[in-house]
């Protein structure tokens, strides 16, 4: 009896590796950038534009493609983010930890998005489709406009704070730090979000999820609870992003303005990459995150003033002869083979 | 003198409401039709405020000959892009229609910039003052506002007394009992999706008649924020419900900075925008399918 | 006790009333007929059963408690599950996914692993084996229609309402899915409702009891054979038959 159920325990172990199989291509994306970025310095600016829309589209992507809501003020969390580590550093740059302050930004940053997404989510989520777009495109604005107006944090002076820095941790660690790590950080924040999507994806939360986007009420007479599993999505998703405005911005610019971090056009271009890649799929905002950066980077050094002339219609024709995107179109094709088990 | 210059504002707020209000109702008309928020909105505003640029700049005509040209241009685009993105996206998840209005928005935006550059341009259209009590009135601004109710009517009339109206008015309703009544489903989307831009890119030769300065290829972007706010007060979907949330709307604006300027260290412009998002908020929460309830 | 019981259940859409202070009892393991022209509201009463819509009056109770405010997915951890009359499967799901989700939330809340299993039992029940790992979107809609009873039927209900699931199907079909839901029912002990329209004869095939709704209210409530004979039963059907002819 005993040695029969180990031998379905070991097997469960090995078929629990497999279901992790689609990390690989992903990961092997984030290497394959850090490598090169490592191997040719003069890629690394490059290589943090792709990192940077990789994570945005792999944070974002817990939440816009696996649930179907379109938050459109997601960048609010980003913003906050960048807020948070402002913040983090002003505070504790005196207390002699040294580069430990950053993880206090990290960490703040981490607080403060995840807080204003269980407000958000508490009170938005109970809208839907273009209601939720709107409202969060409200709370965006709205928050931006406070900080302004009501001269928060800087008002739209922001905040600077390359200073407390060096204070802190001395010039040559403060360049290393926001020339280096910063970007590294954003690579390891691409990293957990296509872990957590992946592991979503295997538990009853993905299937949770993949019901509600396709019929939020049929999915509750089937017996989920929708409002705890989107609000776990929106909080997952904003936690990603505010550590990501943390590292990438934040810590990155040395400086946040609020007309900066709240501009709904990174928004738009996390959604861009999301239909680009494929909407809830695990390599869709890896994908996208590459072709969307090397496009932009792309069209901007070729065509300089009307990159956007170009890429208006450049999405159009993608919205209406892929609306699957790459991953979600591939994923058809290769139903049934090989291929299958390392892509989800 | 708070209170002269709280009724001035406040005459100034109707007229801005009311033309607000008539850049909103295309969006709403478009939205009630196909369920689709027209996230481009603004740029069809913008495009109208270059129409009237153009025909009085270059061509040194009345800035009124451009409000029938300006519904021509919205219309035919508006079909333009219904046949061939749009239409397309009926049975589509909400996020390819929304990216997919946004792109159209860039679209506009990008070729606008391209043919006229990104500085900011204006015009001065003088054709005399009313002076009231209270306030100095530029002539072109009563011109607005008469303008924007008289089209405010026609849409109502057009609504409620033609077959094509009443076709409209009953796919709004009930979809479904509308195609079994052997109404064209699809031609009306269509119909909508043009008139609405139509009526949008109309709305912003309207709106150089009240402010003919500032006029910039991304200027929009504020407009459909606002658009955003007024179509939840009056209702989202309801183009009749959109005026009256627009008027509800230029008061509010007009009447808290007014209020918040008295507040010392705080900067009432940004303020004031932080105000009427709180408003959409609440809105949102207590009552999403609007405040006023017209159909 | 009875599983299920409506007291006085009224459900308005604006000024029409579509459940009309509706009483009933179902007890368990019953196999129940349900009939009634278009528009009767038989829908609405489902609806408001599995808690898609809130009745303006009335209690609704389940075993013994009361459910009237409950929301659905609670209603289905009691084990109420149900189908639409419009299938509604996830369409980007496959049928195997489609089912076991029903398995997964439903009442006993299995993990992933065993919601599959538990969905190619079902699967295999209803006659989709083929279609197992076809995106259901792609299917027909008699197969939806599978698809929406085999989900059903994962969730272990332990009252499952049937919205026409046999519209459309081929006589031989319906004869093959009564016999499919008599022995679920009778093995699981699942209190079955299935709405009928049209088919008389297979109302008598299945059901014990027949409930027949007229205007959002019951107008028969017998057993089989006696409820179709039922002058006012004609009437109402005839009258229809007229219409519709
Ligand atoms: N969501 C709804 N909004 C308004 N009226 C509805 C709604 N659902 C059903 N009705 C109305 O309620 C009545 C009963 O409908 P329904 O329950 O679908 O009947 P049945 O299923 O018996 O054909 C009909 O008049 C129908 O138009
Ligand atoms: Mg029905």
Avoid at chain 3, 41 to 60: A, C, H, Q, R, W
């Amino acid at each position: 009896m005993i040695s029969v159920g180990k031998s379905v325990n070991s097997q469960q172990s090995i078929v629990n590796i497999k279901k992790y199989f689609p990390l690989l291509p992903v990961y092997g994306i984030y290497l394959l950038l850090f490598l090169i970025g490592i191997i040719y310095p003069e890629m690394w600016s490059v290589v943090t534009l792709l990192a940077f829309y990789c994570a945005l589209g792999q944070a974002f992507n817990i939440f816009l493609g696996m649930t179907g809501y379109v938050d459109f003020g997601y960048v609010a969390f980003l913003g906050l983010g960048a807020y948070g580590m402002a913040l983090g550093i002003d505070v504790s740059h005196q207390t002699g930890l040294n580069i430990g302050i950053i993880f206090i930004g990290i960490i703040l940053g981490l607080l403060m998005a995840t807080l204003l997404s269980l407000v958000v989510g508490a009170v938005a989520l109970r809208l839907r489709g273009a209601y939720f777009a709107i409202a969060t495109i409200g709370v965006n604005e709205g928050f931006r406009y406070l900080i302004e107006g009501a001269k928060l944090w800087g008002g739209s002076e922001g905040l600077i704070y390359f200073r407390q820095l060096n204070e802190a941790m001395g010039r040559e660690k403060t360049n290393v730090i926001v020339t280096f790590w910063a970007d590294v950080f954003v690579l390891v924040i691409a990293a957990i979000s296509a872990f957590i999507t992946l592991y979503y994806m295997r538990s009853k939360i993905g299937y949770a999820l993949t019901a509600l986007r396709e019929d939020e009420d049929a999915a509750k007479v089937m017996g989920i609870n929708v409002t705890k599993y989107k609000i776990l999505a929106f909080i997952t998703s904003a936690s990603m992003a505010g550590m990501l405005g943390a590292t990438s911005w934040g810590l990155k610019y040395t400086h946040v303005f609020p007309a900066d971090v709240f501009e709904i056009h990174y928004t738009v271009e996390g959604i861009v990459i999301i239909l680009l890649g494929g909407a809830g799929t695990l390599l869709g905002p890896a994908a996208g995150g590459l072709l969307y950066g090397l496009s932009k980077y792309w069209l901007g050094a070729m065509f300089p003033g009307i990159q956007l002339l170009i890429f208006a219609p450049i999405i159009l024709i993608i919205i209406v002869a892929f609306p699957e995107g790459i991953v979600g179109t591939m994923k058809k094709k290769i139903k049934g083979t090989v291929l299958e088990r390392y892509i989800a | 003198m708070l209170l002269q210059q709280l009724s001035g504002n406040l005459t100034q707020g109707l007229i801005l409401g009311a033309i607000y209000g008539m850049a909103t109702m295309g969006l709403n008309l478009i939205f009630g039709v196909m369920k689709i928020v027209n996230v481009g909105h603004g740029a069809f505003i913008m495009l109208g405020t270059f129409v009237s640029f153009a025909i009085f700049t270059y061509l040194g005509l009345t800035p009124i000959v451009a409000i029938p040209l300006a519904f021509i241009v919205g219309f035919a685009l508006g079909s333009l892009f219904f046949y061939f993105i749009i239409g397309k996206l009926t049975n589509a998840p909400e996020l390819n229609s929304l990216l997919a209005t946004f792109a159209i928005g860039m679209l506009i935006e990008e070729v606008t910039k391209f043919i006229f550059g990104s500085e900011w341009r204006g015009f001065t259209w003088d054709v005399g003052r009313v002076t009231l009590p209270f306030t100095v009135l530029p002539i072109t601004k009563i011109y607005a506002f008469i303008i924007s109710i008289l089209v405010v009517i026609a849409l109502y009339l057009w609504l409620r007394m033609t077959r094509s109206g009443t076709a409209l008015r009953a796919v709004v309703e009930d979809k479904e009992g509308a195609r079994v009544c052997g109404i064209n489903v699809d031609r009306m989307y269509a119909l909508s999706f043009s008139i609405g831009i139509g009526l949008t890119v109309m709305s912003g030769v309207i709106l150089t008649f009240f402010i003919s300065v500032g006029l910039n290829p991304y200027m929009g972007g504020a407009y459909t924020l606002r658009a955003f706010v007024i179509a939840v007060l009056g209702g989202l979907g309801s183009p009749l419900g959109a005026f009256f949330g627009g008027v509800i709307f230029g008061l509010v604006e007009n009447g808290s900075y007014t209020l918040l300027s008295l507040i010392p260290g705080i900067e009432p412009f940004s303020l004031t925008r932080f105000v009427t998002f709180f408003i959409l908020l609440i809105i949102l929460l207590v009552r999403p399918t609007g405040l006023l309830g017209v159909k | 006790m009875a599983l299920l019981k409506l007291e006085n259940v009224t459900k308005r859409f604006g000024g029409l009333v579509a459940v009309d202070k509706m009483s009933l009892e179902i007890k368990e393991g019953e196999f129940i007929g349900i009939v009634g022209p278009n528009g009767s509201g038989k829908t609405t009463l489902y609806n408001v059963i599995s808690g898609v819509y809130f009745p303006e009056n009335g209690s609704i109770i389940f075993e013994g408690s009361d459910i009237t405010k409950l929301p659905p997915y609670r209603r289905a951890h009691l084990g109420i599950g149900r189908t639409f009359q419009i299938p509604r499967p996830f369409s980007s799901a496959t049928v195997r996914e489609n089912v076991a989700v029903g398995a997964m939330f439903g009442r006993l809340s299995v993990n992933v692993e065993e919601s599959l299993e538990t969905a190619d039992y079902y699967i295999g029940l209803v006659g989709l084996k083929a279609h197992r790992d076809k995106i259901s979107g792609a299917l027909t809609p008699t197969e939806k229609k599978l698809i929406e009873i085999a989900r059903a039927l994962a969730m272990k209900p332990k009252l499952l309402l049937l919205d026409e699931v046999m519209a459309g199907m081929h006589p031989e079909s319906i004869e093959k899915m009564i016999r499919l839901l008599k022995e679920v029912s009778e093995e699981e002990k699942i209190a079955i409702v299935s709405m009928v329209e049209h088919i008389m004869r297979a109302v008598i095939g299945f059901a014990k009891r027949v409930i027949v709704m007229y205007r959002g209210a019951k107008l028969v409530d017998a057993p089989a054979q006696e409820a179709l004979n039922d002058p006012r039963v004609i009437e109402v059907y005839l009258g229809k038959g007229i219409r519709d002819a």
